[in-house]
Each structure stands twice: as C-alpha cells, then as structure tokens.
C-alpha cells in the first residue's frame, strides 16, 4: 500500500490578471494594408480594434504579465503557487514548454509546470485541469494563462483572417477551499472537422468561415447548456455568458440560444480582437476591472476552437 | 416529408429572410440574389441554410452555398 493525494475540499478561482499589448491597430489602420473596410470588419466579426504584440511581447512575456497580476491580486507569495499551466497554441517554441519559462520569470521556485494546446478552448481546459488537481490534492494554488501572439501566424496579406486576429493574455489563480467555485466541466470534440481550422502552408492560420460559423451557431449552445445543468445552475440564474470571443456573431448568437436574457454577454471582442485561448480570462478580467463583475457573480464560460474541441464550465467570480 | 410548393418555400424564406437580416418578406420574391438584392453575407446564408433545413428537411452544406445565388435557386435546391 501506499499514500494517494487526497483533499478535503473544493476549488475556488481567487483572482484574475490580463496583459494586452501597448500597440492599437483599428480597422483604418489594417484597410490600409489589405481591401477591406471598417463597415466591413464590424457587420461581419464584430471587431472595431484589436491589440497587436510590440516586438517585445512574446507568449511568455505576456504570459509573465497577466500571471503576476493574477498572483498580487489574489495576495499570494510566488513560492505559493506550486503548479503553472499554460493554455496556448501559439508559442514560437515547441521545446521548451512555455509554463516552466514562466513560472522561473515570476519567481516561482519549482512548480509543477507544463503547457495545454486546446486551441481557443485552452484555458477553459486548463482551468479544469487546475481544478481537479486542487480537489485531488496533488496541488493546493495553481496559476492557470491564457496567452497568444497569433499576429506571429497570421498572413497579413489575407483579409479574411488578418482582421480577425489579436495577441494577448490572461490568468486566474486557482486555489483550495471549503467551498467550491469551479463547477463540471463539459469538454469533448470533434476530430473529424479538423479540416476546418489549420496552419496552412504550417505557417497561416486558416478556418472554413462558414463551416467553423455553423458549427459553433448549432452545436455548442448546447454544450453550455449541459454545463449549467451539471453544475445545477439555472440558465436564468447567470450573471454573466463569457464565451471564447471568436467573432461577435457567433458570441450573439450562442447567447440568443441559452434562456439567459438578464445575462450580460462578454463582448470583449470588439476592442481586444479574437485572442484565442487568451479571450476568456481576458474578457472576465476586464469585467471584473470595470466592474461590471461583481465578487460571487455566477459565470458561463464556454471555450471552442481548432480541433475541433470545446469545454464549459460554470465558476464563481472571486 | 411532404414535398413543398414554391409558394411554400417562397413564403417560408420569406419569413427566414426577415428573422435573420430584418429584410420585409415581401421584398424576398425569386430573381433577387442573396448578396446582391437582400444584402445576405456568407455568414447569414449559413444562418439561412439551417433555418430552411430547420423548415423544410432539407439539408443544405455549405459547398453548395457558394451555388445558391438566387431565392429561385434555393427553391430549386429544397424541390429537388
């Protein structure tokens, strides 16, 4: 026999953190490199302006920033934090990982480290993840990033892509405690539409607009459905419907879809661009810091992307 | 299911027409083109295709959108 990790009780998110790059690039700016127009850009994805890396972000710095401020805002030491995962599908790097660069940076002395590709799903991944390590015992805080520099992978050339994407970061502290603020996660895919979103040339990003669109109008309200019910949260008692911001039609018309009309919708999109695995933490962050999210409001967070994958899951705001 | 008349498929993205982009339904008649007339986009032609899979049972994906540049040709599509 030996000893299994065990612990009492539950998880709670205890603080979020976000970076965005200085740089603005309007929807002016970008028609002035590709054919395209602002009325264009904002009737079809939704964005006015979006933040593009300066030449010394990078997914870990980035992932640096928005982690140290989740870690003050919680009031936690580094030496606190004993597990750092990294949501990103955008590093320059493959070897090394980008988790254990970050937690050295933050000073943080031998976490557990490592990195999610879940695509625009990976923080909702990572923070499942962190949740049931927390339960589990095998971690008592762990610091969770969302972070993209997608403007390393876009052809700025293409005008259906390039007005899309952003860079950015964002970060949670999850933490152990009696209560529990981090309900079932729903994740799943749906391998045999990878077809859809890819690199292409292993350079570009590129998505099938109209399949990618229909998928995600039909299909996952249904998985944030689901969520709520495994969490024994009703549609009509959220605050707040933040979804991986991937283009304003498609987060309004999942949101039309949920019974929720008394819940705010994130719409984070329209000023910080399609941040991948970045846009949730990114947009609850922001909520949280003009405060139009309140401590204990009840959040739907629903993540998709390339894969095709997707997790909900409903959480407390700390 | 039932075949469909044209007056019923006319009528019917008709209604489709006016849910998703707000357009009157009596504007929605069969020569109009989708992008052209009805202001439709890519994305609200996918938004069209569900809503008539949705009403008459018959499926439209998307490689077949790119075709369907007329209300008369949707008509044809879900007849045939």
Redesign the interface.
Known sequence: MFNAPSAPGGAVIRSFGEYQPARVVTNHDLAQRVDTDDEWIRSRVGIEERRVAGPDDSVESMAVAAGGKALAAGGLAPEDIDLVIVATCTSQDQIPNSAATVAARLGIPAPGAFDVNAACAGFCYALNLASDSVRAGSSRNVLVVGSEKLSDWVDWEDRATCVIFADGAGAAVVSADQDQGIGPVVWGSSGERADTIYLRENRYLYQEGQAVFRWTTTELYKVALQALERAGVDPTEITAFVPHQANLRIVESIARKLGAPQALVARDIVTAGNTSSASVPLAISRLIGRGELRSGSTVLTLGFGAGLVYAAQVIRIP | MAAHSEQEILAGLGEIVEEIVGTEPSEVTPEKSFVDDLDI???S???I??AAQDKFGVEIP?DQ?KDLKTVQDVINYIQK
Do not use: F, I, R, T
Request: hydrophobic share 60%; glycine share 0%; charged share 30%.
């Open positions: 986009d890519s994305l032609m996918v938004e295709a569900v998307d959108l």
